[in-house]
């Protein structure tokens, strides 16, 4: 505990990203292989379920500091941060509490998780006793591991980058590993390091390739138009199917587990020659494609009735291929992929649907493909290079999409403020974030374009997931992603992110995408005409 | 008891029994000054009287003209019925507490002040009175300061490593106590020169002419050309922070020394490199401890949480409520940072 609570310090002051990557790294090479795992699963944002909540933790701590329960609460909202406010009000001038040997995976395994079977006698006798025994920033931790959340301030992109370091493995190869469900242990952390692929867990999904939206005119900066792979940007869910023998697996772009809301399309990847794995999008299609919000009945739910598959049948859109036969094929060019993909679709279920490529000529003839995206139900198209491989993340330059207007952007939920009249008591003000490195800057407010069922399930969730209070404002953990659509974009130094934009609203709730989706200050920027 | 010895009026707290006031906000005849930061030591009054130590400092802020009584500690003086004097407040070199004798009666207004040792300023001494009143800027029981000693030894170490990296340090603390305490407190051993800002080098030359003293420092803006600062602590007040005056330090590396730095939230906020906790106001444990030792049957609450320090004493069974004043609102004084 006190190892990763000192990591833990090095990377909250920290600003610089090399810096951060560097502890990390160091950390990992020297960590006894179980604390690394936790120690990973709680970097790459990974969480507990929360045990016990705040009300019997703040009832707690009033009780052993004997001080009134609302002078706790009013401490805990100056603060903003319970888990600190109970590190802090606790915390002894020189009395110095005995170091704690024990690992971070002793600590997580025996005194956390375990708090499972007890009741709440047994929790508070365990919780306090730990409190006591910890000095302020152990016990800062501890708590935050307690409620749940702990947020580090390191994307998931620099503990690859630190466990790369670390392990001598590429960065590619972390990235895979780290991906879907693991459980945090030896095996698993060692595996991290380890010399030979091959040895990868069978259900994990590959890391995504993402493309960068183009900016400027295809004739301008794309060379030959030959040199392109040309399709339409559907407009789903994002997955990834790996057929194994025993099983198939339906992955989100959010690293979850989605089979269950889509057992068409499980039952179709059966048809898949075993040990393939594919990249596509999940759409609601009958006939044709269904809009967005048809698809969205199919998502947040445990079971899918019969009734529901039958209006809202799924399919898969296929776009590439990434192992086929147990090959990882992802370095092969996407010309070659595209031929493995089709050789692979001949036997399979209809509901695995190649994508169909655009067949333009010239720039101008694919501009005028373009122009039939509302009316085809895409969002416009999309360029890989015929010679591009299966990247990770999404490096610029490889696959482009074109989209047709408004501008939009991928943004989390910052903060939130009530609204008026109708609004009243309901959080229907927020503001939204892109990325700038390891920081959220704020680029715009919107209050409309949520349904009244969104507003209301959103109110709740900015209750429950409030980090600090500012008057009538609440920040929030920063995990809910909107697409946002606007019309224009300017510069403006009025602004902290320097950009100004122009009627936006929120497009839509993506609760298919996760906090590591939120586009880039860069990219808003690379709006700017 | 009909009025009280001192009330909050338009003008700022008041004796009427003695007819003068403390710390006023706007011209008085007769002023008490507890300290020379802004929101305390305001120009315009006809006479002060404050703590000698202190003096060099209120000529500054108060101008040449200013008529100011130097007074010893524990020295007494008659304002008509009322005897008053001044006790070591502990929170800036001559900062003191003022305790008022009237009849029976005996009062405390302490101003701003700790507890903890600070080598540039006399101790604060408790003083038994009836009445007390407090500062509350840091009155939650979350705010509980580390021990200095500790805390320049964060600095210091952090120093080392920048300058092995060729960064120039620069700490932000305010400008009069703060900057002179720090510069007391840091361990031997140097990497560096220690610069000081152009609103910082004045007030600590006041300081060493009242006999403190401090390691050698000299004013950024007298730096030998060829300087490149990349061993360096310079020491600045937040003022300076992103202004062009920064420019001329190479990849510095920022640090924010302040009683605020408690919290994660503002070390975060304020977008330094480094939060260090170090005040020169009390902390909860000492506040507590404080009225305890003065023994005060009532106390009275200006700045930041009173009133929640009110109602965590009335709880405790004593008279409590706040006074309403205008301190804590300059910069210079470890004012509310949001």
């Known amino acids: 505990m006190q190892r990763f609570a000192q990591l833990f310090q090095i990377l909250d002051e920290q600003r610089g990203t090399n810096a951060k990557v560097i502890a990390m790294a160091e950390y990992f090479q020297s960590i006894q292989p179980k604390d690394g795992a936790w120690a990973v699963y709680f970097l790459s944002g990974r969480r ?22 609302w002078l706790i609460e009013e401490s805990h909202e100056h603060v903003g941060d319970l888990a600190e406010t109970i590190a802090l009000v606790l ?11 024990r690992g971070l995976a002793t600590w997580v395994e025996e005194d956390i998780l375990t708090l499972r079977e007890m009741d709440e006698e047994q929790r508070r006798e365990r919780v306090v006793s730990a409190w ?27 503990v690859e980058r630190a466990l790369a370091r670390a392990s001598g493995q590429p960065q590619a190869v972390i990235a895979h590993r780290l991906m879907g469900q693991w459980q945090a242990d030896t095996a698993f952390y060692q595996g991290l390091f380890d010399e030979r692929s091959g040895q990868e867990d069978a259900s994990r999904p590959y890391p995504f390739f993402l493309a960068n939206p183009l900016e400027n005119p295809p004739e301008q900066t794309l060379g030959a138009i030959d040199d392109w792979q040309l399709e339409w940007k559907w407009d789903g869910i994002r997955a990834q199917v790996v057929r194994r023998e025993r099983a198939v697996y339906l992955w989100s772009r959010g690293e979850a587990l989605i089979g269950e809301q889509f057992p068409d399309i499980l039952a179709a990847a059966q048809s898949l020659p075993v040990d393939t794995v594919l990249d596509g999008e999940i759409l609601a299609w009958s006939d044709q494609v269904m809009p967005f919000s048809a698809l969205q009945r199919r998502l947040g739910r445990k079971r899918v009735s019969q009734k529901l598959m039958d209006e809202v049948p799924a399919r898969l859109m296929v776009y590439d291929v990434l192992e086929r036969n147990g090959q990882d094929v992802r370095e092969q060019p996407m010309s070659t992929r595209r031929r493995y993909l089709e050789a692979c679709l001949v036997n399979a279920d209809p509901r695995l649907m190649p994508s169909a490529l655009i067949a333009a000529p010239t ?22 290079a015929n010679r591009s491989t299966y990247a990770t993340g999404r490096p610029r330059g490889a696959w482009w999409k074109w989209k047709i207007d408004p501008l939009t952007l991928d943004v989390v939920l910052l903060y939130a403020q009530p609204g008026h009249g109708r609004r009243a008591n309901l959080y229907t003000d927020y503001s939204f974030a892109v990325r700038d490195g390891d920081n959220l800057v704020p680029i715009a407010k919107a209050y409309s374009g949520l349904t009244d069922v969104e507003i209301r399930k959103l109110d709740h969730w900015i209750r429950r997931h409030t980090r600090e209070r500012f008057g009538p404002v609440r920040s929030v953990e920063p995990e809910q992603i909107f697409e946002l659509a606007f019309e224009g974009i300017t510069s403006s130094p ?14 839509r709730w993506r609760k298919d995408l996760g906090s590591n989706d939120v586009d880039t200050l860069e990219q808003a920027k690379a709006l700017l005409s | 008891m009909t009025v009280p010895l001192i009330q909050p009026t338009r003008k700022g707290l008041y004796c009427a029994a003695g007819d003068f006031h403390i710390d006023p906000w706007q011209p008085v005849p007769r002023a008490l000054i507890t300290h020379a930061h802004a929101d305390h030591a305001r120009s315009g009054h006809d006479q002060y009287w404050a703590a000698r130590s202190g003096l060099g400092l209120l000529r500054r802020r108060l ?13 007494t003086l008659r304002f ?40 540039t300023c006399a101790p604060f001494e408790p003083i038994l009175c009836d009445t007390f009143i407090t500062e509350a800027t840091f009155a939650l029981p979350v705010y509980r300061w580390p021990v200095v000693r500790d805390v320049a030894r964060d600095i210091h170490q952090w120093w080392q490593k920048n300058a092995s990296t060729n960064r120039t340090t620069v700490l932000f603390c305010y400008a009069l106590g703060k900057a002179q305490r720090l510069l007391a407190e840091l361990p031997l051993g140097r990497p560096g020169p220690i610069y000081l800002h152009g609103a910082i080098a004045p007030l600590t030359d006041d300081y060493r002419a009242a006999g403190i003293e401090l390691p050698p420092t000299q004013p950024v803006s007298q730096a ?35 009683g605020w730095m408690r919290i994660r939230g503002n070390r975060r906020r304020r977008g330094y490199d480094r939060g260090f906790v170090i005040s020169d106001h009390v902390d909860w444990p000492d506040l507590l401890k404080t009225i305890t030792e003065t023994g005060a049957k009532q106390v009275l609450t200006t700045h930041g949480r009173a009133d929640e320090l009110v109602r965590y004493l009335i709880e405790q069974g004593l008279s409590a409520r706040p006074l309403a004043t205008l301190y804590g609102d300059q910069d210079d004084d470890d004012g509310e940072v949001h």
């Open chain 2, 63 to 75: 101008g040449k003209k200013a008529v100011i009584h130097g007074l010893e500690y524990g020295e």
């Open chain 1, 494 to 507: 009025r602004h902290k992110s320097g950009l100004a934009l122009r009627f936006p609203r929120i497009a």
């Open chain 2, 80 to 119: 008509g019925p009322v005897t008053v004097s001044l006790h070591p407040a502990g929170h800036v070199l001559g900062s003191a507490q003022v305790r008022l004798e009237h009849e029976d009666e005996v009062w405390v207004a302490s101003g701003d002040y700790k507890r903890d040792i600070d080598p």
């Open chain 1, 363 to 384: 720039w101008q003839a694919l501009s005028e493909w373009r122009e039939q995206s509302r009316e085809r139900g895409v969002e416009g198209i999309m360029l890989k």
């Open chain 1, 132 to 158: 006591q025994r910890l000095d302020a920033p152990s016990r800062f931790l501890y708590t935050k591991l307690l409620t749940g959340a702990l947020r580090v301030g390191v994307s998931q992109t620099l």
């Open chain 1, 91 to 101: 915390d002894r001038k020189g009395g110095q509490a005995t170091i704690d040997q």
């Open chain 1, 48 to 69: 507990l379920k929360r045990l016990i909540g705040p009300v019997q933790l703040r009832q707690w701590l009033a009780d052993i500091s004997d001080l009134p329960i």
């Open chain 2, 224 to 258: 030998p050309a060829d300087e490149d600062f990349s061993s360096s602590l310079v020491i600045a007040p937040p003022s300076a922070a992103g202004s062009t005056w920064m420019r001329r330090f190479r990849k510095p590396a920022t640090g924010f020394a302040s």
